[in-house]
């Protein structure tokens, strides 16, 4: 009877795993299809875009396995990153990102940043009622610290080019039909979350959501010949 019920307990997690495998990933359940195809930036790579927020601990976690995962990407694979606005503080830190994005110091002070508001609860920004106002001196100390302009991240937060990708960014996320972070979009087509009924609850969901990324890829460039 032991070894019935033994065999019987191994198939349903043999079952179960194969739920997981990239060859049963379906529209609805584990990734969304957009009803609008977003445009990408560069038609000749497959645009796999992870929208985020510096305040979010499941992104902050979430970072290990997509650099890891970013290691072994395809050449005809292109990451980008979009850090999602839905209240005044974020958009706080989404103009940090592009700052630094536009100083060429992403790779300085992705992490730092990262670290400061997950690890010291240090936000860069102080309210004001509904407001959130950039904190200027924490923002220059934390590019200073880790080789960057401090004084030029100040003056650009609030220039002609921040404002315009902050607005392009909003835009992005409007259009990807973003409900929370992390999330990817694979080719601006198809939208992959943990809070999608196929990966929701599960202990395992970040690994889960890159090999459906894996999944949709391979399914972009089979449809592109």
Sequence with gaps: MRAVVALFTMLLSLAACAQDTPGKFKAGQHYEVLPQAVAQDDDSKIEVTELFWYGCGHCYHFEAPLKKWQKTMPADVALKKIPAIWQPVMEVHA???????????????????????????????????????????????????????????????????????????????????????????????????????????????????????????????????
Aim: proline fraction near 3%.
């Design 95 to 225: 103009r940090m990102f592009y700052v630094a994005d536009a100083l060429g110091a992403l790779d300085k002070v992705h992490d730092p940043i990262f670290g400061a508001i997950a690890q010291q609860r240090k936000m860069f920004a102080d309210r004001d009622g509904r407001n959130w106002n950039p904190d200027d001196a924490a923002i220059a100390a934390i590019f200073t610290d880790n080789g960057a302009d401090g004084e030029k991240a100040v003056k650009l937060l609030n220039s002609f080019a921040i404002n315009s990708k902050v607005k392009q960014g909003q835009a992005k996320q409007r259009a990807y039909n973003l409900s929370g972070t992390p999330e990817m979009v694979v080719a601006g087509k198809y939208r992959v979350s943990t809070s999608l009924p196929g990966l929701k609850g599960k202990s395992n969901g970040q690994q889960l959501m890159l090999d459906v990324v894996d999944f949709l890829i391979e399914k972009e460039r089979a449809e592109k010949g």
